[in-house]
C-alpha cells in the first residue's frame, strides 16, 4: 500500500480512504458495521498526520531523520460456543462459573461486570469461578474472543436466573406481584421492584419465601459461524507511527505510536484499551 502510494503520488490515508467500501471483496457481503474511515481519519487527526512531508528524508530532528508511517488492519469476529453457569444464593453473592481461562487480560473483571448488569446487582455482590474442567464447557481463551463468546454465556445464565426470579415474584409461594407482567419488575442492587408502586422484594428475600436456598441457571451460546453469517463481522482499527533513524549508525528509535480502534461494544474501558496498547507493543516487537 505505501509504494502504491509512493507510485501514484497519493497519501497512505487518503489512498485507504478512496477505497474504502461497505462490502467484503473477499465474501461479497455486507458488513454489520465499518468504522474503518473513522479510524483512518481520527487517528490521523489525533496523531498531525497532516503536518507529515511526503518526500523520503525531509524531516529532521538535528542529525536524526524523522519517518512517520501508518497502518490498516481488520480482525475478523470469532464466534465459538460456550456455556456458563450463574446462581443466585440466599446467604451470598451470586456465583458465575465458565470453563474459559483468566490469562491476565481481565476476564474475572468483565465476567463479574457482565453478569452484575444482567443480574441488577452490584460488581462487589459476584463471585466467579473460572478455569476447571469441571465448569461449564467453554472454548479457550484466545482469539481476542472470550468477552464477545463466553461473556454472552454468562449474560444469557444470568438474564434466565433473573428472569426465575421475576417469575417466582409473580407466581411463586405469596407471589408480592401476582397478577402483573414481567416486563413491570425492574432489578436494582438485588432488589426487585414493581413499576408505578413502592412495592419491593429482594432476591434473598423471594428465595426465602419459597424455600429455596438459591436459583441456578445455565447459559448455552451457539452462535452461527462469522463466515455463515448473513453479514461480515470485523473490528478496524488504524495505527500511526514515528521513528527517528540515526543516519550514520543505522539505529532506529520509536518517538510515538497512535491507535484508533473500532472493537464493537466496551465492557470494560481500561481492559479494552489494554488490549489496543498491549497489540501495538507486541506489534513493535
Known amino acids: 500500500m505505501d509504494e502504491l502510494a509512493y507510485a501514484t503520488g497519493t497519501d497512505p490515508v487518503a489512498l485507504r480512504l478512496l477505497n474504502d467500501t ?9 458488513f454489520s458495521t465499518r468504522a474503518m474511515r473513522r479510524c483512518l481519519t ?3 487527526a489525533h496523531f498531525g498526520w497532516q503536518n507529515r512531508n511526503p518526500r523520503p528524508r525531509s524531516m529532521r530532528d538535528g542529525r536524526y531523520l524523522i519517518g512517520q508511517g501508518m497502518a490498516s488492519a481488520i480482525y475478523t469476529h470469532w464466534r465459538w460456543p460456550a456455556k456458563a453457569r450463574v446462581t443466585l444464593r440466599q446467604d451470598g453473592p451470586a456465583l458465575v462459573e465458565a470453563g474459559t481461562h483468566e490469562l491476565g487480560t481481565g476476564t474475572y473483571t468483565v465476567m463479574r461486570q457482565a453478569a452484575a448488569d444482567a443480574l441488577g446487582l452490584t460488581t462487589d455482590d459476584v463471585t466467579v469461578s473460572l478455569g476447571d474442567t469441571r465448569l461449564p464447557e467453554s472454548h479457550a481463551s484466545i482469539g481476542s474472543a472470550t468477552m464477545a463468546n463466553a461473556g454472552a454465556a454468562v449474560m444469557a445464565a444470568a438474564q434466565a436466573v433473573r428472569d426465575r426470579a421475576i417469575e417466582l415474584s409473580l407466581t411463586g409461594k405469596n407471589a408480592p406481584f401476582a397478577g402483573a407482567q414481567p416486563d413491570d419488575v425492574g432489578v436494582v442492587n438485588g432488589t426487585l421492584t414493581l413499576a408505578g408502586t413502592d412495592q419491593t422484594i429482594t432476591y434473598a428475600e423471594i428465595l426465602e419465601r419459597n424455600g429455596l436456598r438459591s436459583l441456578v441457571t445455565d447459559g448455552d451460546y451457539n452462535p452461527v459461524e462469522e463466515a455463515l453469517g448473513p453479514k461480515a463481522v470485523f473490528s478496524f482499527s488504524a495505527v500511526f507511527a514515528e521513528v527517528r533513524v540515526d543516519p550514520e549508525l543505522g539505529l532506529v528509535r520509536l518517538n510515538r505510536l497512535v491507535g484508533a480502534y473500532d472493537a464493537g461494544r466496551i465492557i470494560n474501558p481500561r481492559t479494552a484499551r489494554s488490549q489496543a496498547v ?4 507486541w506489534g513493535v516487537g
Open 22 to 30: 461497505e462490502v467484503d471483496p473477499h465474501c461479497g457481503r455486507p
Open 278 to 281: 498491549g497489540g501495538m507493543i
Open 42 to 44: 481520527e487517528g490521523a
